[in-house]
């Protein structure tokens, strides 16, 4: 099973409003056997097994944040740990912890067994019924926001027509009804590679418009997934904030040059609790839509690698909950990372290890002979870029300085980040940079 993501965009930091945020991503998880999603209302050769005017059911979780609390804090450990199973040394790297929970997600409704299990243990969860509607909860959020931000989560699932006989309704009810996804039975020749580029056109309004070039015939199923993000800032500032010719260190101590974006900032985050691990800063920037881009920056006695090792759900929360209200002087540089992570080893790590073995993989909730499919890997490829696109000349008022934070945070070395849902902070992506 190959797991792949492609993500393009851009982030605007400056002193008032950096108006527009762009993140794209496309996923795709091959197996002996796929899986997608996605609207039709255009030609495919393949045959649709789900009903598309099905429904998409809506979950209580944005209304009802308490009772899905340990859902929600399973969710962001799970982010910070696939992070650190991620990332290599030295490298820069961009993740989308969302993608990953709802591909796992939606292929769990189609396991049974240790299978399972296993995935169970690596979301952190014992009720699959509370975390199918969470991955709920990101897909119906793009409906919500989407006269304001483009959020798309699309899903679709293709099944070799020999195997999409044996196709469980049941799992067919879930993916249209949990997760929006589309199942189709298709010959797994040319064609399919070509219906799974224009679903993917289709469902990203042609945000992505390619996926695969071809598929493998030995293949019988093919997950799928697309995304994008496109958002606004609720700050603004003057274009005279941004510095052409600032610095950034890089993991290798060598300094490079680049835009330095100044904004002026008033949710700020610091650390300085236990000596033992030194001082953290950060700050949250806030989109018009419900969501934020969060950066922190270890302090002088911490490098980057021994930061994101003490990372987890639990920092990452007590990090949001101490933000303090007040000014900040803030300096983010303009990056544009392409990157490519194999989340195989990184999910064997994490406890996932029948899914991919032959003969173990026990997938008989999806198919009437779900032990004959397994999953080879899962690789994701990202490209982000974070720029000084559309700012404006408004300005706002602003507190005095919280008194723990320094008057200015200058990235202008490695450091983490974090596209967060609001209402759960949870990651929908996540990485660290460490060279521009």
């Known amino acids: 099973m190959i797991f792949i993501i492609k993500v393009k965009g851009w982030f605007c930091m400056n002193k008032q409003f950096i108006k527009r945020a762009s993140l794209v991503f496309g996923m795709i998880l091959l197996a002996t056997s796929l899986i997608g999603c996605g609207k039709t209302g255009y030609k495919l050769a393949s045959k649709e097994l789900t009903d598309s005017k099905a429904k998409l059911s809506g979950s209580d979780v944005g209304s009802n944040i308490d009772n899905y609390k340990t859902s929600i804090e399973s969710a962001q450990d799970f982010a910070f740990e696939l992070l650190k199973q991620s990332v290599s040394e030295h490298k820069t790297v961009v993740i989308s912890p969302v993608s990953a929970m709802t591909a796992l997600g939606l292929t769990a409704g189609g396991t049974s067994g240790d299978t399972l299990s296993q995935i169970q243990k690596a979301l952190g969860t014992d009720d699959m019924n509370k975390f199918d509607d969470l991955c709920n909860y990101f897909i119906n959020r793009s409906e919500a926001v989407k006269d304001s931000t483009k959020a798309v989560v699309a899903n679709s699932v293709w099944l070799k027509e020999s195997a999409a006989k044996n196709v469980n309704d049941k799992f067919l009810a879930t993916a249209s009804e949990k997760y929006g996804a589309q199942v189709f039975s298709t010959a797994f020749d040319k064609t399919t590679a070509e219906d799974i580029n224009k679903w993917a ?13 071809e598929v493998g015939k030995d293949n019988s199923m093919y997950l799928v997934n697309a995304a994008t993000f496109d958002g606004t800032w609720t700050m603004e500032y003057k274009k005279e904030y941004i510095a052409p010719q600032g610095e950034f260190t890089d993991i290798d101590g060598n300094v490079q040059t680049t835009k330095l974006m ?13 000596p033992n691990t030194g001082e953290a800063f950060g700050l949250v920037k806030h989109y018009t839509s419900g969501y934020s881009f969060v950066a922190l920056l270890p302090g002088k ?12 759900g639990k920092t990452f929360r007590d990090y949001l909950n101490g933000a303090g209200s007040g000014k900040v002087t803030a300096f983010i540089p303009e990056f544009d990372i392409s990157c490519e992570t194999d989340l195989t080893s990184a999910l064997q790590n994490m406890g996932i290890s029948d899914m991919f073995t032959s003969g ?18 899962i690789i994701q490829k990202v490209h982000m870029s ?3 696109k559309a700012v404006n000349e408004e300005t706002t008022e602003y507190e005095e300085p919280h008194r723990c934070l320094p008057d200015e945070l200058r990235f202008d070395k490695p450091f983490v980040y974090a596209v ?17």
């Open 360 to 377: 173990k993989a026990d997938m008989s909730n999806m198919l009437s002979a779900g032990n004959e499919v397994s999953t080879d890997k």
């Open 201 to 213: 056109s289709k469902s990203t309004d042609k945000t992505i418009d390619h996926i695969v070039d």
């Open 386 to 388: 974070v720029s000084d």
């Open 262 to 274: 100044r904004s002026e900032e008033t949710l700020g985050i610091y650390e300085n609790d236990d």
């Open 420 to 436: 967060i849902d609001n209402a759960t902070s949870i990651p929908v992506y996540l990485g660290v940079v460490t060279s521009l």
């Open 301 to 312: 006695s911490e490098d980057i690698w021994t930061f994101v090792n003490r990372l987890d």
